[in-house]
Nanobody, 123 residues
Framework: QVQVVESGGGLVQPGGSLRLSCAASGSIFSIYAVGWYRQAPGKERDMVARISSGGTTNYADSVKGRFTISRDNLRNTVHLHMTSLKPEDTAVYYC?????????????????WGQGTQVTVSS
């Protein structure tokens, strides 16, 4: 069994900061890329930031210079540090992890999604 759980969402004023965390647990052999996505009401789910197993990062243009993604491989955790938040950043933020399960190595890499955490930017 593998779980991916997001945390750290909440209500913040414009210009404020939040740090989201994504923790993977369970029968994990290896984790490859981990990504943060967001989905606002009535819109598609879009990639926000992504980090490879080697630490290579890429960001959506709308968050470059404001958001930073990092990973702690010992704790199987990825963080998204968000600064200078804007009302248009309001969305449910989801994490996904590309990984191999210890109890299912033969299936190779599989993508696991968390349940999401709400971020609301409003005065």
């Amino acid at each position: 069994q593998v779980q991916v759980v997001e945390s750290g969402g909440g209500l913040v004023q414009p210009g404020g900061s939040l740090r989201l965390s994504c923790a993977a647990s369970g029968s994990i052999f290896s984790i490859y890329a981990v990504g943060w996505y967001r989905q606002a009401p009535g819109k598609e789910r879009d990639m926000v930031a992504r980090i490879s197993s080697g630490g290579t990062t890429n960001y959506a243009d709308s968050v470059k210079g404001r958001f930073t993604i990092s990973r702690d491989n010992l704790r199987n955790t990825v963080h998204l540090h968000m600064t200078s938040l804007k009302p248009e950043d309001t969305a449910v933020y989801y994490c996904n992890a590309d990984l191999i399960r210890t109890d299912d190595v033969a299936s190779g890499r599989q993508l696991y999604w968390g349940q999401g955490t709400q971020v609301t930017v409003s005065s």
